[in-house]
């Protein structure tokens, strides 16, 4: 079982920055996969960006790639999201999951019903 952590959000400006942080506890795997999403009341949760926990290769929703920068510090069993010139359309919650039934060739999965853990959620919101 894996559990999740989510931290950083916070209101900012357009055009600001900001690091989210999901600590995860549990037994992880190198096979897992890590993803950050997010959803707006109303709308689907929207896959944001996900990363191997083994090799870090990375994928992005093409919306963010200019943006947005996601990593994992295998030691402090960490991922990160590193959001840059934000703009109002990125406010949503922001969730961490893991998709622990991914297999070592699979790539990265883009949606939720892949992922079998979730972290609590942290709020962003980008102002005009």
């Known amino acids: 079982q894996v559990q999740l952590v989510e931290s950083g959000g916070g209101l900012v400006q357009a055009g600001d920055s900001l690091r989210l942080s999901c600590v995860a506890s549990?037994?992880?795997?190198?096979?897992?996969?890590m993803a950050w999403f997010r959803q707006v009341p109303g709308k689907e949760r929207e896959f944001v960006a996900g990363?191997?926990?083994?090799?870090?290769?990375?994928y992005y929703l093409d919306s963010v790639k200019a943006r947005f920068t996601i990593s994992r510090d295998m030691f402090k069993r960490t991922v990160l999201l590193q959001m840059n010139s934000l703009k109002p359309e990125d406010t949503a919650v922001y969730y961490c999951?893991?998709?622990?039934?991914?297999?070592?060739?699979?790539?990265?999965?883009?949606?939720?019903?892949?992922?079998?853990?979730w972290g609590q959620g942290t709020q962003v919101t980008v102002s005009s």
């Open positions: 990363i191997t926990w083994r090799a870090g290769t990375p």
């Open positions: 999951a893991a998709d622990t039934r991914r297999h070592v060739d699979d790539p990265v999965h883009t949606t939720q019903e892949a992922y079998d853990f």
């Open positions: 549990g037994q992880i795997f190198g096979t897992y996969g």
